[in-house]
């Protein structure tokens, strides 16, 4: 299998990992897109989130258990984070290995947006 992914739970590929159990590995994000920027990835092999089977129900909530664990270790949980999830080459998945997102570490905005700025067009 020529998964990156895959290579860094073997230790073929390095990576700045941060948490490694016997399911999951979580490490740093090497393009950054907020100060913390983690990738939490289950070891098993599951191409992306189209490709989930029944079985995997357990590993699932497993991750985003552990996503919540991440987030106060890193003392973020309180101040708040972003989890994110991309599907498919259209939905921003590059590597096809399921991987949680977890980004944090944002100055609180000052401004409260109005109502009118809060409108996304082409949302109810």
Not at 84 to 106: E, F, K, M, P, S
């Amino acid at each position: 299998m020529n998964c990156l992914f895959c290579k860094i739970a073997k230790g073929e590929v390095p990576a700045e990992i941060i948490y490694e159990d016997e399911k999951f590995l979580v490490f740093k994000d090497i393009h950054p897109k907020a100060p913390i920027h983690l990738l939490i990835v289950p070891k098993k092999h599951i191409p992306s989130i189209n490709h989930l089977e029944l079985r995997d129900k357990e590993l699932m909530g497993e991750l985003f258990l552990l996503s919540q664990k991440i987030a106060r270790e890193k003392e973020v949980a309180k101040k708040g984070y972003k989890l994110v999830l991309n599907v498919g080459r259209g939905g921003g998945q590059l590597i096809d290995h399921l991987h949680l997102h977890l980004l944090a570490g944002w100055t609180p905005p000052t401004h409260h947006p109005s109502e009118k700025e809060r409108n996304i067009p082409g949302m109810p």
